[in-house]
């Protein structure tokens, strides 16, 4: 037997049943599949030849990876997570590798959800300190001579595990992405033994909790939380948790208006209603919700195909074409996104405010580019995104040096909607478009919009050479001279109707102030040396300080402290 496969599960039949069939049509005589059962509900059944479940009272994830390592006869091991995918080349590409004998193979992977993932491109490529995992790697079982899981961990096993292991003589990588870890399933082994520590933790509580694993700078999640939030904290206690990372500009604005506190296992949050933005992330131990509300943004297949996760009371969908898209979502509300207006201003130029990744667009900015230059339309066009780079490949800047009079890239800005107010057109060229919060934002503030005929805009009430302009998905036969006639559009939206639909959702109720029971000042102690602005001074490691909370949860979020009182 050359390769053990090691699935430790709890709980994951659905998700086990999916990843079987990633691995079912790729198995051979020389793979193993080893299912270890830590205690689900329902025993998992195997229903493959050279599949063996084995099953053990609840243990935690370390125990039931170390069971797997002792029953496993190969001569490689390769542990995969049961809620995860593998690519249909998963086992063809490791026994290629394996000719060489190496002593470890790095995996390079993907997130479900396209946000996260690592592409190992040389035998000195590492993976990030934050991904510290066993699942992208192969290993010998001689090499590791006996090593073992450190069993009384709760977190961080991988990290133990991987800290401990020998030098390697020889490694070796695979380029192509073949595993695809999924970011965001409640009930996972590493967080059973949290659901448990989090009912002795101290405990803070609010109406409505938000919870984001982790904000970009710009998005359309992070604009939706913002304008939520602008739109709902007159009516109720609402708390914006995070676990990962926020942007402290975003910490800044949104804890004048509401708490934010990032989860770091220090208490526990109870709240009458949790609205978890993103279907693919999972739900810490350490919020305790009486109902759930689930928030779909994207449509299924521009999702990467994710399912939404069971672990909810309610699914809120932010468009039609959003529901839609799922086939099991009959239940689903659609609730459109809020807005929140600005006065807009005079505006004078085309810009595009969006990440620049293949489905957004990628080559039709330089298509449109090329029909407007060959249409003798002059223009000067600004592209704010957090993913300069790609726009650089795409326009080639260094060897189109006629664009660079043109063809502006800039840092993603948090007011961007005062830069789209100064500008004639925002252009919008996607595949596709849950919701379209750039191109409502622009056509709010009176600025019409260029864009692919994505399915949402008649949701939205857009419409063609009113509105501004809709081009093809292909970019040919662009009339560019018609956009030198613009639109006054009058289009307007509803955020009253979106009130009243989640405030029928949520429940009646008003803020009571005292309930959420954290103060308005806090103790806050210094882990890493910063000026701090506020108070005019060097904060140095080890020093307590008294902040007000709004300014607490921004240091917290920066990393320069933790509170302590």
């Known amino acids: 037997m050359i390769l053990s496969l090691i699935i430790p599960c709890y709980n ?26 830590d205690g689900s509900d329902i025993p998992y059944q195997a229903k493959d030849v050279g599949v063996t479940v084995y099953r053990q009272e609840n243990k935690g994830v370390s125990a039931a990876r170390n069971l797997g390592m002792d029953k496993a006869k ?20 490791i026994f290629e590798k394996l000719k060489t004998k190496p002593d470890t193979i790095y995996l390079s992977w993907k997130s479900l959800d396209g946000r996260l993932g690592k592409i190992i491109k040389s035998e000195d490529d590492e993976f990030n300190p934050w991904n510290r995992c066993v699942w992208n790697r192969v290993f010998k079982v001689s090499w590791l001579n006996g090593l073992r899981f450190n069993e009384r961990l709760r977190v961080a096993e991988d990290d133990d595990f991987l800290k401990r292991l020998p030098a390697a003589t020889s490694k070796t990588y695979i380029e192509d992405p073949i595993y695809f870890y999924r970011s965001g399933r ?13 009912q002795v933790k101290p405990r803070v509580k609010t109406q409505v909790a938000i919870y ?41 604005r949104l804890s004048e208006i509401v708490q934010v506190m990032k989860l770091t296992g220090n208490c526990a949050v109870e709240c009458d209603t949790l609205i978890n933005t993103r279907i693919t992330d999972k739900i810490p131990a350490l919020i305790i919700p009486k109902r759930i509300i689930q928030m779909v943004h994207g449509c299924y297949s521009v999702l990467f195909c994710c399912d939404i996760q069971p672990q909810r009371d309610q699914v809120v969908c932010v468009s039609q074409v959003v529901k839609d898209s799922y086939q099991n979502l009959t239940d689903a509300e659609v609730i459109h996104n809020f807005t929140y207006p600005v006065k807009p201003k005079q505006s004078l130029f085309l810009i595009t405010a969006s990440r620049f990744t293949c489905e957004k667009g990628g080559d039709r900015y330089l298509k449109l580019t090329r029909a407007l230059r060959n249409a003798g339309v002059n223009f000067k066009w600004f592209f704010f995104s957090n993913q300069t780079q790609p726009i650089k490949d795409v326009f080639k800047l260094e060897q189109n040096k006629e664009l660079k009079d043109s063809i502006f890239i800039l840092e993603e800005d948090l007011d961007v909607k005062s830069w789209i107010a100064k500008c004639d057109y925002l252009v919008q060229l996607s595949d596709s478009e849950g919701f379209g919060y750039s191109i409502v934002e622009a056509l709010e503030l009176g600025v019409p919009v260029i864009t692919t005929p994505v399915d949402v805009l008649p949701e939205l009430g857009f419409v063609n050479g009113q509105d501004g302009y809709i081009v093809p998905f292909d970019m040919a036969d662009i009339d560019a001279k018609q956009f030198l006639d613009v639109p006054e559009t009058k289009w307007s939206w ?16 008003k803020p009571t102030g005292e309930y959420l029971k954290i103060g308005s000042h806090v103790q806050v102690e210094i882990i890493e040396n910063y000026n701090d602005l506020e108070l005019g001074r060097a904060l140095k490691v080890g020093e307590v300080v008294n902040m007000r909370r709004a300014r607490a949860n921004l240091i917290v979020g920066c990393g320069k402290g933790v509170i302590i009182k």
Request: with cysteine; net charge negative.
């Open 12 to 37: 994951t039949g659905e998700y086990l049943d999916e990843l079987m069939n990633c691995l079912r049509p790729q198995l051979n005589d020389e793979t193993e599949v080893i299912i270890v059962d």
């Open 212 to 252: 984001c694993a982790s904000m970009q700078n710009i998005g359309g999640i992070e604009t939706w939380l913002y304008y939520f939030c602008e739109n709902m904290y007159k009516d109720y206690d609402i708390m914006v948790l995070f676990s990962e990372r926020m942007d402290g500009r975003q910490i800044a």
């Open 74 to 93: 190969g001569e490689y091991i390769a542990f995969i997570d049961s809620d995860d995918k593998l690519d249909s080349q998963y086992l063809k590409k």
């Open 494 to 509: 509803d955020n009253s109707k979106i009130h009243k639909q989640w405030v029928k959702l949520l429940g009646k109720s």
């Open 186 to 198: 409640a009930g996972s082994l590493t967080d059973l033994n949290l659901k448990q520590d989090a």
